[in-house]
């Protein structure tokens, strides 16, 4: 993120779809995370009401950037995203009733997201608006994939269903996404509740090392002397 | 790194800039909510009239009365069973009153679990909806008429014909069934439903008066400005 390097919109949607994820690398966001991930709809709902406010906010504190001081930057950002939060809220609200009423118990905890602060802290402060706008965006899906891969395990072992009463949210036609994976499952109540959440962020997260140092492994191998067996 | 490229010039580091800068700040967000505000307001009024009507119709369904459910409002004085006065809506027809819809609530796992219920004129559950509440999702969240028709097993109850005791969950010796995980829920809900039915008994007679629409019309226009 060095200012004279031209900026790398390739890098950026990496680092924060999966390098630099919120959730399972910089674990932010975590309270509205374990709240809402019971079922994979309700984490699609958080997901995409904070990808909008996440967008804005960053694109908002990057177009300010110029202005704003060291001494004063964090009040200004809570000022300004709080204020972002509540309009959207409002024009939700009176605009788009029907989703409100679904995501509309989403949006304040969206303020409780320091992820969003994290990046107007770290990335749109010192970046123009076009790449502040990218990352909103990228950590934005990143966060809407874990919430969603999050949601989805659980509801799997705590329900035995999988994007329950999605067409709730996006409308009938996407009832086809409703689907019950283990017939007459009489349930696993702990992965319903937060604790369940814990657990399976652990797992995820264990997972996603194990990809990680799969990879760096394999590049490693790559670069070393071919003599080396496969697997040693 | 702040306005880079830009050097920054000394006037910044000054205190009065600061808080010049953060003044400024809390005026634009207050500016841009206060506009937020007077541009959604009528509309967010408009959609929760909306939302009320909609809920009110599902517990007094459209062949039981002839007005507009939202013209008739009384109040009821804070009772044995409720801290807060209660918001009755009269469903007319033919000059009688012929249903009442209002709100009940009692502590569920997670909070309050408010819902609206109809009684008619005989004082039978006319039907039941959940409006609001934060029971675990996919446990307690059975009680919504969108995921499951356990509410509709009100319907048709009424003081006279399902005894105190018969007015519990299964669990507890009585009618209503309970969730696998769930009762505490459930058992909150058939709680309100019952009080409510007792609020309905105790005040039947000021919830029925107005037979002549006259009267009834009366009443109408001073408790709205009440409401005001």
Known sequence: MNDESPINYRRIMHDGLWDNNVVFSQLLALCPLLAVTGTATNGLGLGLASLVVMIISNMVVALFRGIITPEVRIPVFVLLIAAIVTVVDMMMNAWLHELHKVLGLFIPLIVTNCAILGRAESFASRNPIRAAVTDGFAMGVGFIIALVSLGAAREIIGAGTLFANASLLLGDSFRFLEITIIPDYRGFLLMALPPGGFLMMGFLMAGKRVLDVRKSKKAEVATSTPALEPGS | ?228
């Not at chain 2, 009239?49 to 013209?71: F, R």
């Not at chain 2, 006319?126 to 009100?154: N, Q, Y």
């Not at chain 2, 409510?196 to 408790?223: H, Y």
């Open chain 2, 1 to 228: 790194m702040y306005g880079h490229g830009v050097a920054s010039p000394s006037y910044r580091k000054r205190t009065a800039y600061q808080a010049m800068l953060l003044g400024g700040m809390a005026t634009l967000a207050s500016a841009i909510l206060v506009l937020g505000d007077v541009e959604t307001r009528d509309d967010i009024a408009m959609r929760q009239a909306e939302d009320l009507k909609a809920s009110l119709s599902q517990v007094l369904p459209d062949e039981i009365h002839d007005n507009d459910l939202l013209s008739d409002v009384i109040t009821l004085p804070a009772g044995t069973n409720t801290k807060e006065p209660i918001k009755v809506y009269r469903a007319h027809q033919e000059g009688h009153i012929s249903a009442v819809a209002f709100e009940v609530s009692a502590i569920g796992y997670a909070g309050p679990i408010t819902s609206i219920m109809g009684v008619d004129a005989d004082g039978k559950v006319l039907g039941v909806r959940v409006i609001s509440h934060a029971e675990t999702p996919g446990l307690g969240d059975k009680i919504e008429i969108s995921r499951g028709t356990w509410i509709t097993s009100f319907n048709q109850h009424s003081l006279d014909n399902t005894t105190a005791s018969q007015w519990h969950v299964k669990k507890d010796g009585g009618e209503f069934d309970q969730f696998t995980g769930a009762t505490i829920t459930p058992r909150a809900v058939v709680k309100s439903v019952y009080e409510g039915l007792q609020t309905f008994e105790q005040n039947r007679k000021t919830l029925l008066m107005p037979a002549t629409s006259e009267t009834s019309d009366k009443v109408t226009i001073t408790e709205e400005k009440t409401d005001e």
